[in-house]
DNA sequence: GCCAACGTTGGC
DNA sequence: GCCAACGTTGGC
């Protein structure tokens, strides 16, 4: 099983929209190397939902519930349906992420306007215990 | 094929 | 609100 960060304004659709509507499909994403990324993914695959603007940070996990599959727009852009988790014990905000020596590779650092990304496993890891740390 | 101009995203 | 990073477009 493979590990992401998903970035989405909450102001545009947030977490708390994703558990009213008990699933959505990911899609609006015009950038292919976030693209390849959704491609990549797999049913029971998890994702961080991550806010961006205001704030930043992560603040849940979902899951992949379908594959990717084209969105129906022109070209080959592709959507995939995911369904919430679980919120994370506490928010990892941006700022705690970029302190995070562990943290140091992570894509949405080096390229900040990646907006699907994956998270390693160690990374994963890293993230759900500064979630829970948070929690205190 | 190169590069300047422009638009968008996202952090601050 | 501003700016940096990145992608796309269009002139040459």
Known sequence: MAYWLM???????GWNDLVRDGKTEWDGVRNHAAANHLRAMAVGDEALFYHSGKGPEAVAVMRVSRAARPDGSDGNWVSVEVVPLAPLPAPVTLKAMKAEPALADLPILRQSRLSVAPVSDAEWKTIQEMAHRAKG
């Open 7 to 13: 970035k989405s304004e909450p102001e545009a659709f």
